[in-house]
């Protein structure tokens, strides 16, 4: 039987989850994660993990209360993922929460990192902590789905861009190649780079397009990682993306399987590879089930001499994957499919 929660509570948690946000692109490997501290009806403190290594939410939101005068003691705890209860780049944020003296604890997600998964909860109650899970459980498994994605199947979470033009174009052959999409659209595909542990492209763009992939147009932590799949080793060296310094995993000869491949970046814990190109690279991801979020962006200008994309609704349907929202991105439309709100599952083989 499902909690009832009150509206206040709602509410409480969702500010949990917004402040979360504050964290976006900083955290990888490590979920967003906030907290709010709530004494009297009114939330006397915030936090939120901000950066890997840096406080856990619970414990910046115990740090905020004591900064504003305000006493955690009798305070209740809305967190977006069950506290921890190991030493990690942090101490235990269980151990936080009971030392503060706080009396309840609502808890949006359980955490699946093997070295919590119900003990967070378990101890805290085993000191007398009330504690009640499971509000607004499915917004804070959307937040940190890559974080539960990479828990549950050790491999990353496959999010694939890609921009046509009115007819579902991908180039155009009559010029030489070129940005089609608008500043602010750039501006949104290199958030979503941010937001990301890997980009990968086929050696096709890394031929025509030299690109650098990397972020530049937002504040930038970590480089992703570059991985370029080059079946028939014919990317040239002097590509840019091999001389500036940063890593790029060039995966040379045949290399078929892209399960395999998932499987070798989870291992570096990469939990979310974007897939940025070209439609061949694109197809492939496809065809073999393995894309969990499609961002589709649509161009109004029309290619002279067009190079179709394949790509379209009944393809991505097929794919398994639904239309979940549809907005504007500067002069394009972004199109988003996803699975995730169906389903956590992937294909781990
Ligand atoms: C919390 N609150 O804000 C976060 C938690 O390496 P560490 O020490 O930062 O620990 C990382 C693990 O702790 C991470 O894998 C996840 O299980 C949990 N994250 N837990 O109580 C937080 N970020
Ligand atoms: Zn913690």
């Not at 155009?172 to 890997?198: I, K, Y």
């Not at 291992?267 to 439609?279: H, T, W």
């Not at 169906?342 to 294909?347: A, C, D, R, V």
């Amino acid at each position: 039987m499902a909690n009832a929660w009150t509206v206040d509570e709602q509410q409480f948690m969702q500010r949990a989850l917004d402040v979360a946000e504050r964290g976006r692109g900083k955290v990888s490997p490590n979920p967003l994660v906030g907290c709010v501290l709530v004494k009297d009806g009114v939330i006397i403190a915030e936090g939120w993990h901000d950066h890997l290594g840096g406080l856990h939410a619970e414990q910046m939101a115990i740090h905020d209360a004591e900064s504003n005068g305000h006493s955690p003691n009798g305070s209740v705890a809305y967190v977006t993922l069950e506290p921890c209860n190991h030493f990690g780049r942090t101490p235990p944020c269980t151990e936080a929460l009971m030392w503060a003296g706080v009396k309840e604890v609502i808890v949006a997600h359980y955490d699946p990192n093997p070295t919590v998964r119900g003990k967070g909860i378990q101890v805290l109650q085993d000191a007398g902590i009330e504690v009640r899970q499971g509000l607004l459980e499915s917004e804070a498994s959307i937040q940190m789905s890559p974080f539960l994605h990479w828990c549950e199947h050790r491999r990353p979470q496959v999010t694939v861009k890609l921009a046509v033009d009115a007819n579902g174009s991908v180039d155009d052959r009559h010029l030489e190649a070129q940005r089609f999409t608008s500043e602010t659209c750039l501006d949104r595909v290199h958030m979503l780079r941010n937001e990301c542990d890997a980009v990968l492209v086929g050696a096709e763009t890394v031929i025509r397009d030299d690109p650098l992939l990397t972020v530049r147009r937002v504040p930038c932590e970590r480089q992703p990682l570059r991985v370029v799949l080059d079946p028939n080793n014919r990317t040239p060296p002097s590509a840019k993306l091999f001389a500036d310094g940063l890593e790029t995993l060039h995966m040379k000869g045949d290399f078929t399987s892209l399960s395999a491949l998932l499987n070798l970046l989870g291992d570096r814990e990469i939990q979310r590879l974007m897939v940025e190109g070209g439609p061949k690279t694109i197809s492939s991801f496809l065809d073999q089930g393995l894309v969990d979020e499609f961002y589709f962006i649509q161009s109004p200008v029309v290619h002279t001499e067009p190079v179709a994309s394949g790509i379209d609704a009944k393809r991505l349907t097929a794919a398994g994957l639904a239309l979940i929202s549809t907005e504007e991105w500067g002069d394009e439309v972004l199109h988003l499919w996803s699975r995730l709100n169906t389903s956590t599952k992937s294909n781990r083989s």
